[in-house]
């Protein structure tokens, strides 16, 4: 089966489409709440784009802790899934991004939503795990909002700039984009890893 | 007394350095005399120095709201010899005044000026040998200054704070182009007394007795107390911040209109079905679909939403003539979307209470997203396209002057470059509400006309023996 397929088959599970249609309802709703009425100064893009990197920091830790003792190759699928999230969601950030006018250059805009993802999941990925290794994964559904809370706090609280998805939405760190990008290189090489252990595998018992 | 309190001001405003042969000096003020809330004249004297940096902090904030600082920055040449730099620097009301002059090996000049020092008066400046002389013609509030003929700059903005300058002719004569450029800058310049030969020039520039030049006005009188008392009372300046403030008025730019909510709803919500009906249904078509759509709706709605350009700028200028001269006071307006510096390449002000900074390069001004900022321009000068001209109105310009009207006479049409006519009785009409509320500060016989983000004004000849009202 191609990674086309995996994801494709992955993105229209009922969990994924029904978080996938929160998502962009909630996107919806900020736009509707922010977006002028008439004259007068458009902030939507300010609203949008922390509440879209949140959401989206939320959803790649909560599937990387829910998923991380699945297979690779599911896990590579919602690791797919979950950059459709991102895809999806562009046109919402692209809208609001054009009638703001930001001082935040568009690149940024487009392009940290991907590395954020693929990082959050990693972290949830490590946590999941963690949790599986201490039998306290019942208990996912509060660790990952609480750790992605501390990790906001520690981050405000220590001036680290490195994990808050809130503000480097809208401004550009390039310390944040540094982690991220090492969090998502390391999710990344973890699995093709793991990707390629399970193929070994499968040829030995072949 | 005087002299003892004019000299320790000029000490307090003046500090000279003198290191290894070298000197400096800053002054700031019409001989050292600063008038806060308008422009001053700035002048920086170093002698066998290198070339340095003047930079002048002043702190316009209060207890309340905290700092608010402004800046202004120049480069002063340097080299063997004296060396002498002026420019013209808006000084607000403060708090404190500082600056230093440094140079690459130290600090050349430096010093401050505490809130008591931020005199907002006008100045009553006399050139005489006895100053003192003339104390009684103006009132007892007044504060006369005694200033040095070579000390009067050739540049209207200079003579922002300064209400009258007298003229006696008994100290060395001033150059006519500094009178001039005071009396086009809106000082009443009374020239008292019979003026030696060698000042004949400057009672050319009274004319028959006395001449509208520019915003201000030549007047030559008798030598008495009485007669410069009566040349000072019925003398009525042009209110130039008030004109400037009613120039800012009404906005010149306005921020773009966003799209329509509904439409921009509309759109969201048949994409985002759209989306999720082809990843539900479509298989891996219907990612590529999904992705496909994520693309075309991306590129239009930046193409639909993104207003044309990330700062927006208008600017206006009143054109206060009088005779052949016009003082240009000029507002530019701009406004950011992104957050950011707006500048402006003029030294300028901000007439909303905002800290900037000036440089060789201009104006600059930090402003939030989505907001704009009204600049009060330096004043300058220019040649005067609206005249009264023996009795008719004229066009001396090269562009076509419109709505031409006459306060308390009536509209008067259009004229044509070089044209010139009688003003008759005309149309009263109110006018849009800006040149209206320009209107309200001008005296009656005042001429308004409109020409390209320009608006001229002629300031009626001023009453003198002979007449001359148009």
Do not use: C
């Not at chain 1, 996912?140 to 808050?164: E, S, T």
């Not at chain 2, 003198?18 to 050292?32: K, W």
């Not at chain 2, 800046?71 to 040449?77: D, E, I, L, S």
């Not at chain 2, 300058?165 to 009374?190: C, H, K």
């Amino acid at each position: 089966m191609s990674a086309l397929a995996a994801v494709a088959g992955r993105a229209r599970s009922a969990d994924m489409l029904q978080l996938l249609a929160l998502y962009m309802a909630t996107l919806f709703f900020v736009v509707a709440v922010r977006w002028p009425g008439g004259a007068g100064s458009n902030e939507a893009w300010f609203a949008l784009a922390p509440t879209r990197a949140a959401l989206l920091a939320l959803l790649g830790t909560g599937f990387g802790a829910a998923e991380a003792l699945r297979p690779a190759r599911r896990r590579r699928a919602t690791a797919g899934a979950l950059l459709l999230f991102v895809v999806a969601s562009a046109p919402f950030d692209a809208a609001t991004y054009a009638a703001s006018y930001p001082a935040a250059p568009l690149w940024w805009s487009a392009g940290v939503p991907f590395l954020e993802v693929l990082a959050y999941w990693t972290l949830g990925t490590g946590l999941g795990r963690l949790a599986g290794l201490l039998r306290i994964d019942t208990f996912l559904a509060v660790l990952v909002p609480a750790v992605l809370v501390g990790l906001v706090w520690a981050d405000v609280r220590l001036g680290l700039d490195a994990f808050d998805p809130l503000t480097y939405a809208v401004h550009v760190s390039w310390r944040h984009a540094a982690v991220m990008a090492a969090l998502a290189l390391v999710g990344g090489a973890s699995h093709l890893r793991s990707g390629a252990r399970a193929t070994a595998e499968g040829s030995e018992g072949a | 007394m005087l002299l003892a309190a004019l000299l320790a001001v000029a000490g307090l405003l003046t500090q000279a350095a003198s290191a290894q042969g070298r000197e400096a000096s800053v002054t700031i003020g019409l001989g050292g005399n600063l008038v806060a809330g308008t422009w001053n004249p700035l002048q920086v004297t170093v002698r066998d120095a290198p070339a340095a940096t003047l930079s002048v902090r002043i702190d316009e904030g209060d207890l309340v709201s905290g700092p608010r600082v402004v800046r202004y920055q120049a480069a002063v040449p340097g080299g063997s010899g004296v060396t002498v730099f002026s420019d013209d620097v808006y000084v607000p009301p403060f708090r404190t005044l500082a600056w230093t002059l440094a140079g690459t090996d130290g600090v050349l000049a430096s010093g401050s000026l505490g809130a008591r020092d931020a005199d907002g008066r006008p100045l009553q400046v006399v050139v005489s040998a006895n100053p003192g002389a003339w104390r009684a013609a103006f009132g007892a509030d007044a504060r006369v200054v005694d200033v040095a003929a070579s000390q009067l700059p050739g540049r209207a903005a200079a003579y922002d704070g300064v209400a009258t300058l007298l003229i006696d002719g008994t100290a060395a004569a001033p150059r006519a182009e500094s009178v001039a450029a005071a009396a086009a800058g809106g000082v009443n310049v009374v020239l008292a007394g019979a003026l030696p030969s060698s000042q004949a020039g400057l009672g050319a520039l009274a004319g028959a007795g006395v001449r509208r030049l520019g915003a201000g006005q030549v007047r030559r009188v008798e030598a008495s107390d009485d007669a410069v008392a009566s040349a000072l009372a019925v003398w009525r300046p042009a209110e130039r911040a008030r004109l400037v403030s009613a120039l800012a008025a009404a906005p010149l730019v306005r921020a773009p209109r966003s799209a329509p909510q509904p439409l921009v709803l509309s759109v969201a919500a048949a994409y985002a079905l759209s989306t999720l009906l082809a990843l539900r249904f479509g298989g891996r078509p219907g990612v590529v679909a999904a992705l496909a759509l994520a693309v075309v709706v991306s590129v239009a709605g930046w193409r639909f939403l993104r207003p044309p350009a990330a700062e927006l700028s208008a600017q206006r200028t009143l054109m206060l003539g009088g005779g052949e001269l016009a003082l240009a006071l000029s507002v530019e307006e701009r406004l950011t979307l992104p957050a950011g510096d707006v500048s402006v390449s003029e030294p300028a002000r901000p007439l909303s209470e905002l800290p900037y900074r000036t440089d060789a390069n201009g104006t600059h001004v930090a402003l939030a997203r989505w907001h704009g900022v009204s600049l009060a321009l330096r004043p300058s000068l220019a040649e005067a396209a609206l005249r009264f001209e023996g009795g008719r109105l004229r066009n001396a310009g090269s562009a076509v002057l419109r709505n031409v009207y006459v306060i308390g006479v009536g509209e008067q049409g259009t004229l044509a470059p070089g044209a010139s006519r009688v003003v008759r009785p005309g149309e009263e009409a109110a006018g849009p509400a800006d040149v209206a509320r320009l209107r309200a500060l001008l005296p009656a016989g005042s001429a308004l006309a409109e020409g390209p983000e320009t608006l001229w004004v002629a300031l009626p000849p001023v009453l003198s023996d002979a007449g001359g009202r148009p």
